[in-house]
């Protein structure tokens, strides 16, 4: 299966995610690592098995920023990206003062096993819609782990999703909560109108549905993409087969509990984009190992 490629953040932003996580591991002295003081040191990392069908690494720009700011470098074996076979298999070889290849070890492994663990789920989710067929895009959503969301956003990428949108700061989207409140805005087309002027004309505007009604409402109400969210299949194809007849150039993608199992019901011609929150929320994360080699 061929995975997919993401651009790892800027080096300044690896390098403050590394010294967050460090600090939170590591807020104040770690007196077992300090008697090892600055002793050269070689440690090989492993994969301890991605899984019964094998996996997918991901997240070694992080790990390696985790040992950059640590004094330590890394030697990858295996590439970004690159099918983890089960069992065990050397990854990267890491050098550097024991102290920081012992004070980035649970960091690092703790990245590599919940990214490859992200990007392994989305492949799996890539895979079954290309078998079936489907050529549009299977994407994440913003439910990720507070504080760990750049990572996992990058992982979905090098499994082969789409990210979706970064924040809240990213695609204007309308959600259920927002059209709640939509008739103090003076309806959904003021509110939509409202959105887009102070949301700039760089971004493309969704608005969340639950039912046919509101989908050609907001499509015709000048929605950039159409997400319907929670409809059973055979609702969700009859809606999307109306939005796509009466606005063709409309987004239409599909949401709401939707898991590697039953992911096949919601691929039709009429869906361009089925966003799925399991890969990140209940993505199994690999195992890791470092070892440490005798001098």
């Known amino acids: 299966m061929d995975h997919g490629w993401a651009p790892p953040p800027p080096p300044h932003r690896l390098r403050s995610l590394a010294r967050s996580w460090l600090d939170e591991d590591a807020p104040w002295p770690d007196a077992a690592v300090a008697t090892v003081g ?14 019964d069908s094998g996996g997918v690494l991901a997240g070694a720009p992080f790990a390696e920023a985790v040992f950059g700011v ?22 990267a070889e890491v050098e550097g003062p024991a102290a920081g290849v012992l004070g980035g070890e649970r960091v690092a492994l703790n990245i590599l096993g919940r990214c490859s663990g992200v990007a392994s789920m989305a492949a799996r989710a890539v895979g079954v ?17 507070p504080g760990f969301r750049l990572a996992e956003k990058y992982a979905l990428g090098v ?10 700061g990213g ?12 008739a103090a805005a003076g309806g959904l087309e003021q509110m939509i109108l409202g959105v887009r002027r102070a949301g700039g004309f760089t971004r493309r505007l969704g608005v969340e549905c639950s039912s046919v009604d509101e989908a050609l409402e907001a499509a015709g109400a000048g929605a950039d993409i159409v997400l319907l969210d929670n409809l059973a299949p055979q ?16 987004t239409v993608e599909a949401s709401g509990g939707i898991v590697l199992g039953t992911l096949p019901q919601f691929l039709g011609p009429h869906i361009d984009v089925v ?3 399991c890969l990140t929320h209940s993505a199994p994360a690999l195992d890791f190992a470092l070892r440490v080699l005798e001098p």
């Open 275 to 277: 966003s799925m929150g």
């Open 38 to 51: 600055d002793c050269a040191t070689r440690a090989q990392l492993l994969s301890k098995g991605g899984g």
């Open 129 to 145: 819609a290309r078998a079936q067929g489907w050529a549009g895009v299977v994407g994440g959503t913003r439910k990720t782990t």
């Open 235 to 250: 609702d969700l194809h009859a809606a999307a087969a109306q939005v796509k007849a009466a606005y063709p150039g409309v």
């Open 70 to 91: 640590s004094g330590c470098r890394v030697i990858w074996r295996v590439p970004e990206g690159a099918a983890l076979p089960p069992g065990r298999v050397l990854v």
């Open 171 to 182: 695609l204007l989207l309308l959600k259920d909560n927002h059209r709640a409140l939509a």
């Open 159 to 168: 499994g082969g999703a789409d990210p979706h949108r970064g924040g809240l």
